[in-house]
């Protein structure tokens, strides 16, 4: 007896068997649309297969027959059973069976762990690090952080099972190369020749077969220790690495890219100063080799009545020629870049200062040719500010972390309260805004403009009638007033592109200044991250004292980054 698999009508006729579903249907829901075929075999109802009885909830299933039935007419005398049901076997799982497709999948994993996808994957994670420098993810950068330490040292790791790789094939000169190169490269970056060397090459050179010797050393017991676990533990041995032969390129990639991360993790400012070290102990090595030794100088005949000399450099003067130096002063100055807080120190001398003081800071016609451009350059000022900008350069590699950590140095210096209720109404050098470390607007901005341009930025002063900042080259999306440049406050530590609505004594800020041109970069500082920061923080503002917690978190956040809180 057959029923409509939809309406569990009793067929009397021959049912139509549905294509989709398997189903057997009467002649009104044959069709896949009237009984909502899915193509699978999904029951709408359940009957009793002797009353016909809806079945609801969990049936009762004849243990002969294996049919299902209502509560009633469960017991096989009740619906007349014939048959003697045999439940099928469930499916047997050998302790063997299990073991073989356990060894199965184990050997699919191993074959895709290799050192080529171990290596790619390391570099993927420190790749992914970066990408809080390109989009906004400044609430995850401490994530990418920790993405980037676990892609160094998993890069760190294959590179050195490369290397020993190539010294277990027979190629112990490449790979003592690759393990010696690095370890040199990170005493460059964390430690400094010391000054009293004479000979720099020769020091370098025992340096490196040191580092050689210690290389080879660990290469040859690590390979023991490898040959030991694989042998004793992993009863394995690596035969194939005998027959396996380098490629060169991925080593010197290799050496270079990990000297490079090696470096970065040091010190920027040692390496720097050894290579200034190398470079002038080559410089007077070559200079002595063109002196002509006094033995072999023979005087041409009727010539010249003087014997020839060796050449001479001439000393360029310097300030020290000019008892400038005198009173030293060292300051640390304040920053904060990515939300962390740091320092540089910086020696200004008071003979220097002093003497700027007595320089005439009055003008007749142009207070701008004849004011702020001989207070932006003067030779006694650049040779004694270039070391600030080489420390501020050694700081960061990328120029725009550069612009922002002269900003903020600017930012942090206090303002000078005497001076703005005094009499006076003489600028400071920029030079002398660092020895007093202190100024007023006007003069903090002529400290970062000059920094700025040193550092390759185009820049300009944006004037107004009591006030004075500072506009560096951005994007049109981000500039002040449609003038090309972002403005930057210096009194106090702000966001870059960031207003205020009022000052001290009610002044505001008008969209018409006098925009002084300077003589400077030509290079654009990319402030979009700013930008954002500063409409936010006008947002955040604009809802009053009382904050909720969440716009009070995001308040905070911002003003811990930025320093907005620093009291100058």
């Not at 010197?252 to 970065?264: D, Q, R």
Request: charged letters at 15%; a positive charge; proline letters at 6%.
């Amino acid at each position: 007896m057959h029923r409509c698999h939809f309406c569990g009508k009793i067929l009397h006729e021959l049912p139509y068997k549905c294509r989709r579903c398997g189903h057997s249907f009467c002649s009104d829901h044959h069709l896949p649309e009237n009984h909502h075929c899915h193509g699978h075999h999904k029951p709408h109802h359940r009957y009793c297969n002797n009353c016909g009885k809806d079945l609801y909830g969990l049936p009762f299933r004849c243990n002969r027959c294996g049919l299902i039935f209502c509560d009633e007419c469960r017991l096989p005398e009740n619906h007349g059973c014939k048959g003697t049901y045999i439940p099928p076997d469930p499916p047997k799982h050998t302790s063997k069976a299990v073991n073989r497709i356990i060894r199965d999948k184990w050997r699919e994993i191993k074959a895709k762990i290799t050192l080529r996808n171990f290596t790619i994957i390391s570099l993927l994670f420190m790749g992914g690090s970066y990408l809080p420098y390109l989009y906004p993810l400044d609430n995850f950068r401490s994530t990418f952080e920790t993405f980037f330490i676990i892609g160094f040292w998993c890069f760190l790791l294959a590179y050195f099972l490369y290397a020993m790789k190539c010294w277990e094939a027979g190629h112990q000169i490449m790979a003592l190369l690759m393990v010696t190169f690095p370890l040199l490269s990170n005493f460059l970056a964390t430690s400094k020749i010391p000054d009293s060397t004479t000979n720099i090459l020769f020091y370098l050179f025992i340096q490196f077969c040191f580092y050689a010797i210690l290389s080879a050393i660990l290469l040859y017991l690590s390979n023991r220790v490898r040959a030991g676990v694989g042998k004793y533990i992993l009863k394995k041995t690596w035969r194939s690495d005998r027959y396996f032969f380098p490629n060169v390129s991925y080593a010197v990639i290799g050496i270079i890219l990990i000297s490079f991360f090696i470096i970065s993790i040091g010190s920027v400012a040692h390496l720097s100063d050894n290579g200034n070290a190398i470079t002038h102990s080559l410089q007077i090595g070559n200079t002595q080799s063109t002196i002509i030794p006094p033995s072999t100088v023979t005087a041409a005949p009727e010539v010249s009545s003087t014997p020839p000399q060796a050449f001479r450099f001439t000393p360029i003067p310097t300030t020290q020629n000019l008892n400038f130096k005198q009173s030293p002063k060292t300051t640390s100055f304040s920053y904060l870049i990515n939300g962390n807080r740091e320092s540089i120190s910086f020696t200004t001398y008071g003979g220097l200062a002093d003497y700027f003081s007595k320089k005439s800071h009055s003008y007749y016609s142009d207070p701008d040719k004849e004011v702020i451009q001989p207070l932006l350059e003067n030779d006694y000022q650049n040779d004694n500010l270039q070391p600030l900008i080489d420390a501020i350069r050694k700081k960061s590699n990328n120029p725009n972390d550069q612009a922002k950590i002269a900003i903020s140095v600017v930012q942090h210096i206090p303002y000078n309260w005497n001076k703005f209720y005094g009499t006076s109404m003489d600028w400071y050098y920029p030079y002398e805004t660092l020895h007093h470390n202190k100024g007023v607007c006007a003069d903090k901005s002529l400290l970062l403009v000059y920094l700025l341009n040193k550092l390759g930025f185009d820049t300009v002063l944006f004037e107004f009638s009591n006030h004075m900042t500072v506009g560096v080259k951005s994007s049109p999306d981000y500039d002040f007033y449609d003038t090309g440049y972002a403005f930057i406050e210096t009194t106090r530590p702000t966001i870059i592109t960031y207003i205020p609505d009022t000052y001290y004594g009610g002044f505001t800020i008008s969209p018409n200044p006098h925009i002084i041109h300077l003589n400077g970069g030509e290079q654009v500082l990319d402030v979009s991250t700013e930008y954002r920061d500063a409409i936010k923080m006008k947002q955040l503002e604009a809802r009053g004292q009382v904050l909720d917690q969440s716009h009070y978190a995001e308040w905070l956040r911002i003003s811990n980054y930025y320093d907005t809180q620093y009291d100058t």
